[in-house]
C-alpha cells in the first residue's frame, strides 16, 4: 500500500498580511451670514424696500410696472409656498447680532483610511516560483456645510496580482503576469445614498435621480449665505 505524501510547505511557502488604518477627527468653525428671523417668516416690515404682492403686478403700455406692496410689508404665511417652507429645514436662525456674519458652528471633518495587503509566495521548485498579491483601501471624508449640505469623498480600490517564474534554461527564463484592477472614486454631496432631498421638495420638472447624486439643490439667496450644495457629483 502507498502512503500519500502531503503537501510541505516549510521552505516551499511564505507569506505576509499588514492592515494601516488612520483616523482624524477636526473642526473647524464656519462663519455665515444668514437673514433676520422675520425675514424668513415673510416678515419684512423692517425693511425699506417694498415687496408687493405679485398678484397684483402689472406692466402699463408705456412699460411701468405697477403693483400693491403687501400691508405692513409682510407676506402672509399663506402664500409662501410649501416649497420655500420645506427648504427652511435646511437653514438656521441668526444667532450673533449684525446683518452678515451673525451665525458661526463647528463644522467637523472626519476622515478615514483603511488598507490592507496580503502576499504569498511558493517555491514550486528549483525552477519555478510563483507570487501571489491582494491589496485593498478604503479612504472617505466629509465637509459638512451649513445644514446637511456639503462635499464627500469616497475612494476605494482592490487590486489582485499573481506572476510565475520559470526557468525554462540556462540561458532563458519566462515571467508570466496577470492581475486585475477596480478603483472607484467619487466626489460628491453629504446625503448621497442617504437622503433624496429633491424628490422630498416635490418641485415640478426635477427628480431626484440617481442615489449617488442625491443632495439639496443649490438656492441662491442676495447679500446672504445661500441654501443646497455646490456640487451635483459625482466626479
Known sequence: MRIPKFFNGKDKLFFMGNYESFRKRGSNSGLFSLAPAAFQTGDFSSSSK???DPLTRATLPDGTLTGSPFLGNIIPITRVHSTSQKLLEFYRKPALA????NFTQ????????????????????????????YSWADENESTPGLTQDGGKLITNLEQYMGSNTRILSPSVVNETRFGYTRFYNSVGTLLAFQRD??????????????PVSWGIPAVGIANYTGIGDSTDGPF
Not at 432631498?197 to 440617481?210: A, M, R
Request: aromatic share 8%; no cysteine.
Open 106 to 133: 463647528a463644522l467637523s471633518r472626519p476622515q478615514n483610511r483603511d488598507q490592507f495587503i496580503l502576499r504569498l509566495d511558493y517555491v514550486e521548485s528549483a525552477k519555478s516560483t510563483w507570487t501571489g498579491r
Open 98 to 101: 449684525g446683518v452678515t456674519n
Open 197 to 210: 432631498v429633491v424628490d422630498e421638495l416635490n418641485i415640478p420638472g426635477l427628480k431626484g435621480g440617481d
Open 50 to 52: 417694498l415687496i408687493y
